[in-house]
């Protein structure tokens, strides 16, 4: 029953013009004495790119998807060979263009010793859209050892074509806008796989269909089409470019769409990173990136892990801080400190809330200290170094002149850094920190078991307020600013531990908090904490809203 199944089938395949199934040969059919030729190989490797699935030598072109697809390229067959006898050996390629009638031509090689053999097939002896099979077998003047297997590819000589549109409505900074991606493929040719796009006119090098799973930039396009949504990061002439890549790793031309992004609407807001109105955290995630928490993890991290200062290589264990930025801009920078290092740094928002895509701005020590009345002051004698290597804890605070936004700008923000428990407030100075520090407390140690947390105006005013926790005992206490914008009075920062408490959250229990402002929308800043990558909390502040809210408590974790 098996012999006559065998017989059908060679009828069969000679009816339709198809080589008969090649089977390996037996003991009884092959001289042992006779050259092996073994692990047949074709580069580039055909198969599907958007499945990311590929074989050496297909066998069997009739089943499923069919055999796998080659590009724009030459095509090289491998083979190793091998034989009993120390002797020179010649492999002979044997390509057949599948196509009913299609010819079969011999490459056979030089002589040589056995190992491995290929053959060169020039990619304009195959037909674009065509499907190919590649045996080989080798001799060595005396016997002849048997064929290899038929390996298939198919080719694709045609890259995609990619389009961007999008629709009239007006394009905001800081605002959600939709892109439609469109890609389309020949009618012979292998069938779309995926895209990247990107907002930069970078073309992208070396990117594949399974980068999805980490960049959120490559895509399925389903139907040929697939819309995105980005916010434009500023204001002015924008673009979305476009690659799309077909089965067989072809990538079209980068496909640009141009567009104009109007200033946002929503109003510039300390702790704000992209422009959108509202205050951002970040924190560090598995892999030691900057992201807001809940954010895609594909997607590009507002701070690259190996951005990180001083070498550190994660962010998981940097003192970082965003409130305001040193560059009349409309959102947030980010100032970052390595414990131990010696330098602070500036890392300057692109206006979408990514900080690492140049390089950072280091920031000076200050070389001139003084007390709250303006006076001068020895530095090295009240513990303010030449570096920052000493400063446990850094913040950036806001303007000292009240956190309201000029002309859609944030006023000059500033830093509060605790050195040798001492605490410190330097100004901006231009698109820098300023050449002189006030102490803002005694000349003693009280501040070094605290860590500062900067919610923004949270005590009645439109002074940025600050709020300190005791690493000892965890509480959280207020300190506030008074007198006038040109004449601020800083004397409730002289001690760490006089301020209202406003509540008590252990160390031990939540090692990473902060505040950024109002997480909750309800008008009062908020507390939060990070205790592990993936593990994010908010304590909703609790108080008296209005156009100078009060925060006196804070509500259980929501």
Excluded at 307 to 335: E, F, M, N
Excluded at 407 to 433: A, D, H
Excluded at 488 to 516: E, K, M, N, Q, Y
Aim: charge should be negative.
């Amino acid at each position: 029953m098996r012999r006559t199944r065998l017989l059908l089938t060679a009828a069969l395949a000679a009816a339709l013009g198809l080589p008969a199934a090649a089977a390996p040969a037996s003991a009884a059919d092959a001289d042992p004495a006779a050259p092996r030729t073994t692990a047949p190989r074709t580069g580039p490797t055909p198969g599907f790119a958007g499945e990311d699935r590929y074989s050496d030598c297909a066998t069997d072109p009739y089943t499923g998807t069919g055999a796998g697809w080659v590009g724009l390229s030459d095509v090289t067959a491998r083979v190793t060979t091998a034989s009993s006898a120390a002797t020179r050996l010649n492999t002979t390629f044997q390509l057949w263009d599948t196509a009913y009638g299609g010819p079969r031509t011999d490459y056979p090689t030089s002589w040589a010793p056995p190992g491995e053999a290929r053959a060169d097939i020039p990619r304009d002896r195959l037909k674009d859209g065509g499907q190919y099979a590649w045996r080989a077998r080798t001799t060595d003047g005396k016997l002849t050892g048997p064929y290899t297997a038929w390996c298939y590819f198919r080719v694709d000589h045609t890259p995609p074509t990619a389009e961007v549109t999008t629709d009239a409505t007006p394009k905001r900074v800081g605002e959600d806008a939709v892109f439609t991606l469109h890609g389309s493929d020949a009618y012979t040719g292998s069938g779309i796989a995926c895209a990247r796009w990107r907002t930069t006119p970078t073309p992208s090098v070396g990117w594949r269909c399974s980068d999805r799973a980490t960049d959120a930039h490559v895509v399925r396009l389903t139907d040929g089409t697939l819309d995105i949504r980005l916010k434009p990061p500023t204001w002015g002439s924008q673009a979305v470019y476009l690659e799309t890549m077909d089965n067989a790793g072809n990538v079209s031309q980068s496909a640009p769409l141009y567009y104009y992004a109007q200033p946002a609407t929503a109003p510039a807001s300390f702790g704000d990173i992209d422009a959108d109105g509202k205050p951002d955290v970040l924190v560090p995630d598995t892999d030691g990136n900057l992201r807001k928490p809940g954010s895609d993890a594909r997607d590009t991290a507002s701070a690259h892990r190996s951005a990180a200062p001083d070498g550190s290589d994660s962010w998981a264990g940097i003192q970082y801080t965003h409130r305001g930025t040193l560059g009349s801009q409309p959102v947030d920078d980010l100032l970052a400190h390595a414990p131990g290092g010696p330098g602070l740094y500036r890392f300057r928002n692109d206006g979408a809330g990514r900080f690492t895509e140049q390089g950072p701005i280091g920031l000076s020590k200050p070389d001139t200290c003084r007390n709250t009345a303006g006076e001068a002051l020895d530095c090295a004698q009240h513990g303010f170094g030449d570096d920052w290597s000493q400063v446990t804890q850094v913040a950036a605070y806001g303007s000292t002149r009240g956190d309201t936004a000029v002309g859609g700008i944030l006023p000059n923000t500033s830093v509060l850094s605790v050195e040798n428990g001492r605490l410190w407030l330097t100004q901006r100075q231009g698109s820098r920190l300023a050449g002189e520090s006030t102490l803002l407390s005694p000349n003693d140690d009280r501040w070094a078991g605290y860590e500062l947390l900067t919610p923004g105006p949270a005590q009645g005013t439109a002074f940025p307020t600050l709020w300190a926790r005791s690493t000892a005992d965890g509480t959280i206490r207020a300190f506030s600013v008074t007198g006038t914008a040109d004449a601020p009075d800083f004397s409730a920062f002289a001690d760490p531990a006089a301020g209202p408490v406003l509540t008590t959250v252990s160390a031990a229990a939540h090692p990473r908090i902060g505040s950024d402002g109002d997480l909750t929308g309800d008008g009062l800043p908020d507390l939060w904490s990070a205790d592990a990558p993936g593990t994010f909390t908010v304590f909703p502040g609790t108080g008296t809203t209005g156009s100078h809210p009060r925060v006196t408590g804070f509500a259980p974790a929501a």
